[in-house]
């Protein structure tokens, strides 16, 4: 294994560092109070690359690969979680979606929009009762000739309002059946697609999160992609990545709280000594440190997998699982090392607190990864 960073994760990084330190950071909790989606620094980054990492130059995007795309998401979720679920849902869930699924006139037809984000990108799996029960969908789509009518209503949609597009997997067959759904791409304005509830939610407060409501709403069947019966199993390996990006959030959540502790607990003097220099504080920024790192390359190994289209259910699972529950667990700490200048608004800390929980619960819970990873090491 080579474990030098490459240069051009090095610029990636770099770009992606400085844009969040003059067009985020300023601006983080007046977002975060406001509950307001920025748009315009979405089309800003889509400028930069950063909205279309993954999609091949040929279609407009950066062409860069998984540990670039890591690497990306780290750096803006260091300084918001918000922008950077938003980035990864962008990027992995809509644009990855017809990128690996959509036929050629469909990628030419909305790649190059998403991943300059002159669209924003939304992507619609979970409802509110088939949250990981997803054989069990409500909203369905019925053919009518050469069009499909689709009925109900998706939640916890990221983008689920703003978003310009949105692929929708609905229900085309009878409910818990084999192969009983399919994956269709929805444009906004489209006559009976509307948003419903926008959530008001405890972190990633500044990542727009709604429902989307489908009411007799008709599409041609060109907007359907690949076979009648497929959206499931296209949504599980578009999932696979998804999950390094969750995993690449936490990261990015973990290394934000970590570094603001490290630094706060060499400033703040007690007994006229740091408090990094007492056991109970350099153990904690210890333990941090190490699971940080541990994290890292479970994410780095799936990363690497994927580039390679070697198979990564596994390692994106258990990178998701553990990485999650190490920003938790850090961000925790993190508001620990900050004693009760971390329980207040003033220190970025009471914000990676706020925001590493979603981690352990969207694209799959904790629960539901330690379901993938023991069918897993049990297939043998």
């Not at 307001?36 to 950066?62: D, H, N, S, T, W």
């Not at 998984?66 to 869930?93: P, Q, R």
Request: overall charge neutral; aromatic content about 8%.
């Amino acid at each position: 294994m080579n474990f030098e960073t490459a240069e051009i994760t090095q610029q990636v990084a770099e770009t992606a560092r400085e844009f969040a330190k003059q067009y985020i950071q300023p601006h983080v909790m007046t977002w975060d109070e406001s509950q307001e989606f920025p748009v315009e620094i979405f089309k800003a980054m889509g400028q930069l690359g950063l909205m279309g990492v993954l999609v091949p130059e040929e279609y407009g995007g950066a062409g860069l690969g998984y540990v670039e795309y890591k690497t990306i998401i780290e750096e803006i979720s260091k300084v918001c979680g918000s922008i950077g679920l938003s980035v990864a849902a962008h990027n992995s869930l809509c644009t990855g979606h017809i990128l690996n699924f959509g036929n050629e006139e469909q990628k030419k037809k909305y790649l190059p929009k998403l991943a300059t984000a002159e669209f924003i990108g939304a992507w619609g799996l979970t409802e509110a009762n088939t949250g990981s029960d997803a054989g069990n969908m409500k909203c369905t789509a019925t053919r009518d000739g050469d069009h499909w009518i689709i009925n109900g209503t998706k939640n916890w949609i990221t983008h689920g309002k703003s978003g310009n597009v949105a692929v929708v997997i609905c229900r085309t067959g009878e409910p818990r059946t084999k192969n009983n759904s399919t994956a269709f791409i929805v444009e906004r304005g489209t006559a009976g697609f509307s948003a419903g509830k926008k959530e008001n939610k405890l972190g990633m407060r500044a990542s727009e999160t709604t429902e989307m409501v489908f009411d007799n709403c008709r599409i041609a069947d060109t907007q359907r992609m690949g076979e009648v019966g497929d959206g499931f199993k296209q949504a599980m390996k578009v999932l696979d990545g998804g999950r390094i990006s969750i995993a690449s959030l936490s990261l990015g959540i973990a290394k934000g709280a970590y570094e603001a502790a490290l630094q706060y607990s060499q400033e703040r003097y007690q007994f006229d000594k740091p408090i990094a220099s007492f056991q109970g504080i350099s153990f904690k920024l210890a333990d941090m440190a190490t699971e940080i790192a541990a994290a890292d390359l479970l994410t780095l190994q799936a990363c690497d997998l994927k580039n390679r289209n070697q198979p990564m259910t596994k390692q994106a699972a258990m990178a998701k699982y553990y990485a999650s529950e190490v920003a938790v667990k850090v961000a925790n700490d993190a508001v620990q090392v900050f004693g009760g200048y971390g329980y207040t608004k003033d220190f970025p800390v009471e914000k990676h607190y706020r925001d590493a929980k979603l981690c352990t619960i969207g694209e799959g819970t904790s629960e539901i990864q330690k379901l993938v990873i023991s069918r897993e090491i049990l297939k043998h």
